[in-house]
């Protein structure tokens, strides 16, 4: 699937992922450093906190522990927030956009 990530300049990235991969890997596989990803996908760092700008009603609800980190973010936690970790790639997410915070921590 495509995915699209927005940097906090405003330029855009745009990827094709394998299914399966996390929002976080085609991310760090862009090479972008706006997602630091300290805890490798774990679930326990929220440094790779992204805004889904289009697609997040395809996405599933918010797990009860992402609920909880998504309350410790460095940038402002919106309704649209999501950790890139947690969101796992499919032909149906084809599209995603993700905008990236101006920090992570
Ligand atoms: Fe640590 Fe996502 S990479 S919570």
Redesign the pocket.
């Known amino acids: 699937p495509s995915i699209t990530f927005i940097l906090p300049d405003g330029e855009r990235r745009t990827t094709e992922a394998a299914v399966g991969d996390t929002a976080?890997y085609a991310a760090l596989s862009l090479g972008l450093d706006g997602v630091v990803?300290?805890?490798?996908?774990?679930?326990?760092?929220?440094?790779?906190h992204v805004y889904v700008e289009h697609g997040l009603e395809k996405l599933p609800a918010v797990a009860a522990d992402e609920d909880d980190?998504l309350d410790g973010t460095a940038a402002e936690r919106l309704p649209n927030s999501r950790?890139?970790?947690?969101i796992k790639l499919s032909s149906d997410l084809d599209g995603l956009i993700l905008r990236i915070p101006d920090r992570q921590v």
């Open positions: 976080m990803a300290e805890c490798g996908g774990n679930a326990v760092c929220a440094t790779c980190l950790l890139s970790c947690q």
